[in-house]
Each structure stands twice: as C-alpha cells, then as structure tokens.
C-alpha cells in the first residue's frame, strides 16, 4: 500500500480544490484523470505530481470547455497538443474578459447616471461640465413617429454590437436646434458612447463625434413626453441670456424602467454645448 504521506486519498485530494469526491471517480471513469496509484483494498490514491494537472482540468470546465475535447485531449495528449489547445481557449478567454469589461463599464455608467437622476433639480436649466466622450452615431433620415423612431435606434444598437461592443448600451438622441418647431422636433442621429479603451483600428467606418465641455443643461420627469417644452425651455434661456451654443442639443435617458415605475415618469435630460 502507498505511503499515506506521500499520497492523497480521494476525500483528501478533493477537500484540497473544494470538489466532491465523486468528481473525482466520474472523471476516472469517463477516463479525464485517473489515481496514480489504486491499491490492493481498491482506495484510490493521487500524488502531489497531480495537483497542477487537476486545476488545469478545472480551470478548463469553468471556461465551459467540453469534457468530451478535454477527454479527447487527454487520448491523445503531446506537448504540440496542449499549446493547442491552450491558445484555442485562450481565444475565448479574451472574448470573456472583454464581455465582461464591457459589462463592468455599462453597470459603472448606470450606477452614474441613477446617481445623476436621484440628485436632478427638475425643470431647472444649470451649467454643468461634463467629461469628454467619444459618441458613435447614426444618421436619422425618417419622420418624428414612434415606429420609425424606433427602428432607428434598433438599426443602431445593431451597430453597436457588431463592433464587438455585446451587452447593455444607451442610446441617446441628437435634435437639432433649427428643426425644433412650435409643436414637434425631430432627431438628426442617434448615438452610444463608446468605451474609452477602444483603439482607433475599431473605428474605421464608424461615425464618432466628441462630446464632452460645458453644457446647458435641463431635466424633465415626464418622459419623452415633456421633451419638447424642455427645449423650448432651454432655447428661451439661451436666447434671453445671449448664449452662443452648438447648433444641436443631446437628449439622454436619465432614470428608465429599472428606476421608476411607468414611462411617463422617466427622467430625461437635454444638453446644448456653450461657447464663450
């Protein structure tokens, strides 16, 4: 029989990653990673020469790898194979950590922007100097009603997201000032913000604008609804205080359905760069 010191049984190879045993006997099986030793009473027995292989195994499973390619692996195992087979993961690695950073900056903007919300003077216009921005847009060319609009910001959530940029986007409007009218507005494009670690090669053919100074502001809390007096608002103060703006104001979606109950009490806010 082993020495007990220099082997492990099964229960205490297993408490040492913090698997059950029979992870252990259903990998032996299936034949992914077997005993160094089994003995006369039939006890299974794993050497300390097997701890790195085992964590490379369970560091496989939690990035979903099959075990039907790790079992084939392990068949026919070489040390050209193992590179393989660790850069097609490594691949796949890549691809996570950047769905995940993707993810971790949509969830760092949303806790900003609710922070922004919860904090809004409503119907008041105020100065505020935002941090510079990079904006992917699209070009709008259809009518003012809800199904055109709508198809628009799908056209560009669908942009958005064959740049690679998955998971969660918001997506804010442009108005120009020149067609705001007494009784409507129309939108010019629609835009996303971009992530800063975004490199220049990914922007090819891609629209982008630079947003970022000191703008007017103004916050509504009634929904798209209250979007037209906020500009007539915000065009009111720009004029009587001889205000030399940007031709465009932004339109973002400050509170949504996660934050309030009811689309007539979404928060949204408007924005018009100033010049000196």
Known sequence: ????????????????????????????????????????????????????????????????????????????RSPQALIELMNKWKDD?????????????????????????????????????????RLITSTYTGNGDEASVAEAVSRHFRRYRDLGLAGSVAVGGIIPISDIREDSYSYSRFYSTLPANLTPDECINTETVDYGGRYLCIYGNRGYGGVLSMCHRLLTYIKENHLKTDDSLYEDLILDDLSVEGYYHYVVKLSVKLFQ
């Open 1 to 76: 029989m082993p020495d007990s010191k220099d082997y492990f049984t099964t229960g205490e190879f297993a408490a040492l990653f913090g698997v059950p045993k029979q992870t252990l006997f259903y990998y032996d099986e299936i034949d992914i990673f077997k005993p160094e030793r089994v003995g006369e009473n039939g006890y299974r027995y794993y050497s300390f020469t097997q701890l790195e292989t085992f964590e490379t195994l369970l560091m496989l499973r939690e990035l979903s790898v099959p075990l039907k390619d790790i079992r084939r692996h392990m068949e026919h």
């Open 93 to 133: 690695v890549d691809q996570k950590i950047r769905r995940l950073e993707l993810a971790r900056d949509y969830i760092d903007a949303k806790v900003r922007t609710t922070q922004e919300g919860i904090r809004a003077v409503i119907d008041e216009v105020i100065i505020e100097d935002l941090p510079p921005v």
